[in-house]
């Protein structure tokens, strides 16, 4: 990032990476909108949409000084400038090129975000082919020059009071409209300014099936603050008496524009009843594959309503790392409520005050329940729609399908389901390879499809729902199913069954041994999904997500991959402590408590150390000396020591300080590591880094069972 | 001219996530491999293995572990093993010069990063420059190597064998 | 002072805010939308307006006129801040009545410059350094 982008500050950039992600996702379900229409004449909106995401994309990498995006946006702007003008028609190539960079420029910001070069070796290749269709638009001046030639011109039906406000897109539109013959409306509306986005919206979407919008006049007659009237000048594609029935309880005049050599159209007769405004727009049937989505995400743009970020009105943006700091404090007080029950118990058994001791215990029921709602409701929030991936999820589609030469119809359903932000993040590499294996080795190819009576585009249906605490999403395919056969005879060669075994699989069993590693690359292998990465991969990540996939496979029919995940994440409070200049983190559930020690306080009994903790004896760890980085001599001064504690056995864990309390998200690491039991896997602290997450319970039976030996020794490992 | 003389130690375009797809079915059996130097020494693996070259990220030592694991390191939301190829090979541990960068490649059940001095170029051969590793048979670390490279006239590298090297140190 | 900042762009807000922030006693509004900004007009009185032509539903250009049209804000000063994709519409919105065009990707210095330019109070401000 530049100069410009690093003075910006960070918080600055933050919004910069999020709106641009959000626009480039924008960009591609506009394009799958564009695609599914499946026209050389796509919805002009869709494409004003496009030319006005990447048009901001461009000013805002500019701004931010992310030199390759703000290029790539540049030659994609004019090439979207002349489609969107009419200069060129928008065949499939365009649109292939069209998702590619939207690959392209989630790449980059990939990199950017991570804080690298952003290097995507698809640029140059991208950046070629745009600026090789920037040079042709030959087709351009044609329709330029014809729409100029065209009997009627903006200039014979307005006034500078109209012309001189229209952007050179809206003047454009209003030519190719003309020369079309299409008769020119004025809808004049009073809204309520405090209202007028929602307002203006249900207007919108009733002229959008009648008629194209082409501007919005704000009038200033009115005096009134609260109420603005609005002219809207439209086109319209219906009958009049259409236009009169979609503003049907609209509380709006419509007045026909005379235009040249067109006196016998519809007069200016239409004025519906002026009643109550009403707040619904007729819903309009769904074009994109993403029915749900669009539902969920209010004004995300598929069949040509605007995508705006205002219609958003009912939400707010909050970033995660608040939530994760709000989440710390729940388990600051979780501690607080700890240490009241701890009193409270103090109060009945030392002080014998029975009944202070109850009254305490109650208020510290109700803090506890209200403390679980609190919990519950931070967590909640994380919870973001599955929609945006399963965007993802059909730009890939359509590109695998277009790279195999295969017709896929994707069905998408449930897409409101939500889970935790994280589980999405996680989520979406291996469905990616699912949704890719489906089509790749599921789906045949047309003369297979043909032989066996199936229709020839095939279907991959990517459903999602909540079941209880789970979320499910199912990916299913109506193609050739999985040959158990085949499969049982690679986890042979491979090894991993003998023939014993084999004989007593079930049918079950067989189509399971499509998770084991090697298996399924081996009997799937093909360019696309077999380079290394196999189902096993997939359970593998799902696995660590806590979540479990099952397949259900009938040759000839097809094959269905269930997964089920926890709709929130294992997130543990821990404790993050330094040892030997390195953090590692302490699950709080087997801390009782922490304090600081000074090195008097540490004496030998048989050779190991202990210190006295309320009268009772408590064995110490030293964690250096048990990592195996051992530092010599007494306890080094200002250490502390995390009592922990597993069913009657405590134990003292010397480190060289506490750093802060933290709820963590455990991931497990590697095979290659699974000899590294004292850990149950790390944890991301910010900055890339990780801490390693200690797996208290394994480290006090090591403690205790090296101690209980003969010669106990001071640490368990060494 | 041809590839004998073009091979500039340019990393630019490989720094990023994913590397070109090995060059679709043309009628070319060249193989790829990307190459990178240890010491002084130039090795190649099977560009096929590679899924991503990144700078070294923070690492988190993990206690208790063979001195060839350095640790883990978070790729993508992922914990990764991070392995000190130099030392496996018999150099001695890596000095983490600038140019050092970790190759993440597949192994069997999961990926890890392999920590090398620097990744040079890709080059891609022809099955006649490779020569089976069993000619250096006898050499204490023949076991390692799958072929000798000699790319029409350049100095030759050894092409090393990932999955039998890290197979055996994962298990 | 008190400045109306309007652009569909939350990234571009921000930075907008950033610079300002730097560049004097600055108060910053910000509006998403053309409407939004014609919701706010109305109700406060600002010493700056700075705006971007592209904008979904009301361009900057139909701003401009709306703004130079109004009783109560009609001279307030106007500042263009957009990308130069259309001659056209940036000669347009100058004719309309808008101070000053700058155009995107910009340096901080060459806002705070504009700014200074267009409020006379902050550019004497400017002249003796920062505070």
């Not at chain 1, 909640?380 to 590109?399: C, G, H, I, N, Y």
């Not at chain 2, 490779?130 to 190597?145: K, P």
Request: glycine share 10%; aromatic share 4%; net charge negative.
């Amino acid at each position: 990032m530049s100069k410009r982008g690093k003075q910006a500050g960070g918080k600055v950039v933050e919004e910069f990476l999020s709106e641009a992600q959000e626009i480039v996702e924008g960009l591609g379900r506009n394009m799958l909108a564009i695609d599914k229409s499946s026209s050389d004449d796509p919805d002009p909106e869709l494409v004003n949409e496009l030319f006005r995401g990447v048009h901001t994309l461009k000013g805002l990498s500019g701004m931010f000084g992310v030199e390759p995006l703000s290029r790539l946006a540049h030659h994609e702007e004019n090439m979207l400038d002349d489609l969107r003008l009419g200069r060129r028609r928008a065949g499939p190539e365009v649109l292939d090129l069209l998702f590619m960079s939207v690959e392209v420029m989630t790449g980059i910001l990939a990199a950017v975000r991570d804080g690298d070069d952003p290097q995507d070796p698809l640029l140059a290749e991208v950046e070629r082919l745009v600026r090789a269709f920037e040079g042709g638009g030959e087709a351009a001046a044609d329709a330029g020059e014809g729409a100029k030639r065209a009997g009627c011109q903006p200039a014979d039906i307005f006034g500078p009071e109209v012309l001189e406000v229209l952007t050179e897109y809206e003047e454009h539109r209003l030519r190719t409209n003309l020369k079309n013959g299409l008769p020119l409306y004025r809808v004049r509306a009073r809204f309520d300014l405090a209202a007028i986005d929602t307002e203006l919206d249900a207007v919108k979407n009733r002229l959008k099936p009648v008629a194209e919008i082409i501007t919005y006049l704000p009038s200033t007659a009115g005096t009134d603050m609260d109420k603005l009237e609005l002219d809207i000048i439209v086109a319209l594609e219906a009958a009049a008496d259409d236009l009169a029935a979609a503003l049907e309880g609209v509380d709006a005049s419509v007045e026909w524009i005379r235009t040249e050599g067109k006196e016998s159209a519809a007069g200016p007769s239409v004025v519906p009843s002026a009643a109550t405004k009403s707040e619904e727009g007729p819903s309009r049937a769904d074009v994109s594959v993403a029915p749900q989505a669009a539902l969920v995400r209010a004004g995300a743009g598929d069949g040509g309503r605007a995508l705006s970020l205002r219609s958003v009105s009912q939400t707010v943006r909050v970033d995660i790392r608040k939530l994760d700091r709000l989440m710390n404090v729940v388990g600051e007080l979780a501690i607080v409520r700890g240490a009241i029950a701890r009193m409270s118990e103090e109060l009945k058994v030392a002080l014998g005050r029975r009944e202070l001791a109850i009254e305490l215990h109650r208020i510290n029921r109700g803090f506890d329940r209200r403390l679980s709602e609190l919990r519950e409701g931070i967590l909640e929030v994380r919870m973001v729609p599955l929609s945006q991936m399963f965007d993802r999820l059909a730009r890939l589609t359509r590109k695998i399908s277009r790279d195999l030469g295969k017709e896929i119809s994707l069905i998408v359903s449930g897409a409101e389901t939500e889970v935790d932000k994280l589980i999405i993040e996680e989520l979406s590499d291996p469905l990616m390879h699912v949704i890719r294996n489906a089509i790749d080795h599921g789906i045949e190819d047309v003369e297979h499809r043909r032989a066996a009576g199936k229709p020839d585009t095939g279907t991959v249906a990517l459903t999602a729902f909540q079941k209880g605490n789970h979320a499910v999403i199912e990916v299913e395919d109506d193609g050739a199913g999985i040959d158990g056969q085949r499969l049982l005879e690679a986890a042979m060669r491979r090894g991993v069954v003998d023939a014993e075994q084999a004989a007593v699989m079930s049918e079950r069993d067989i189509l399971n041994l499509v998770f084991l590693p090697g298996v399924s690359t081996v009997a799937l292998a093909t360019e696309m999904s077999g380079r290394g990465v196999g189902m096993d991969v997939v359970k593998t990540n799902i696995g660590a997500l806590g979540g479990v996939v099952e397949v259900q496979s009938e040759v000839g029919i097809g094959t269905k991959l269930t997964i089920t995940l926890p709709v929130t994440l294992a997130i543990i409070p821990a404790l993050l402590v330094t040892v030997a200049e390195r953090i590692y983190a302490i699950p709080l559930n087997t801390v009782t408590e922490a304090l600081l020690v000074s090195p008097a306080d540490a004496r030998p009994i048989m050779g190991v150390e202990t210190m006295t903790l309320r009268g009772r004896t408590l064995p110490l760890l030293r964690l250096d000396r048990f990592f195996g980085a051992p530092r010599e001599g007494a306890l080094p001064q200002g250490s502390c020591v995390v009592v922990a504690s597993l069913g009657q056995r405590r134990l003292g864990l010397v480190v060289d300080g506490l750093v802060e309390q933290q709820d963590v998200v455990i991931k497990s690491m590697g095979p290659s590591l699974s000899s590294a039991t004292c850990f149950s896997g790390a944890t991301d602290i910010g900055d890339q880094r990780l801490a390693l997450v200690l797996d208290t319970s394994k480290v006090i039976e090591e403690f205790f069972s090296a101690e209980g030996g003969a010669a106990p020794r001071a640490a368990g490992a060494e | 001219m041809s590839d004998k003389l073009a091979a500039p130690p340019s990393i630019g375009p490989l720094t990023r996530e994913t590397l070109p797809p090995p060059q679709g079915r043309q009628a070319d059996d060249r193989q790829g491999f990307l190459c990178f130097t240890i010491g002084d020494e130039e090795y190649g693996v099977d560009l096929n293995m590679v899924r991503q070259i990144v700078k070294p990220p923070p690492v988190a030592w993990v206690p208790r572990t063979p001195s060839h694991i350095l640790g883990v390191i978070s790729i993508r939301g992922a914990v990764v093993t991070l392995l000190d190829l130099g030392l496996i090979l018999g150099h001695g541990p890596c000095a983490w010069p600038r140019t050092a960068r970790v190759l993440i490649v597949d192994m069997w059940e999961e990926q890890v990063g392999v920590l090398v001095d620097a990744v040079t170029q890709v080059r891609r051969l022809d099955p006649s420059a490779l020569e089976a590793g069993a000619a250096l048979s006898g050499c204490a670390r023949s076991e390692n190597v799958r072929y000798v490279a000699r790319p029409g006239g350049g100095a030759l590298f050894t092409i090393v064998d990932l999955d039998a090297i890290l197979g055996e140190r994962l298990k | 002072m008190k400045v109306l900042v309007v652009d569909d762009s939350r990234a571009m807000r921000a930075y907008v805010r950033g610079v300002l922030k730097d560049a004097g006693p600055w108060t910053v509004v910000e509006a998403s939308s053309g409407f939004e900004a014609l919701r706010l007009l109305p109700r406060e009185a600002f010493d700056l307006v700075i705006t971007d032509i592209n904008m979904p539903d009301i361009n900057g250009l139909e701003l401009v006129r709306f703004i130079r049209r109004s009783e109560r804000q009609g001279r307030v000063p106007l500042l263009i801040v957009s990308t130069l994709s259309s001659e056209r519409d940036r000669a347009r919105v100058l004719e309309l009545g808008a101070d000053a065009f700058l155009a995107k990707p910009f340096e901080p210095e060459d806002l705070r410059g504009a700014v200074a330019g267009l409020v006379p109070s902050v550019s004497a401000k400017d002249a003796r350094g920062d505070e």
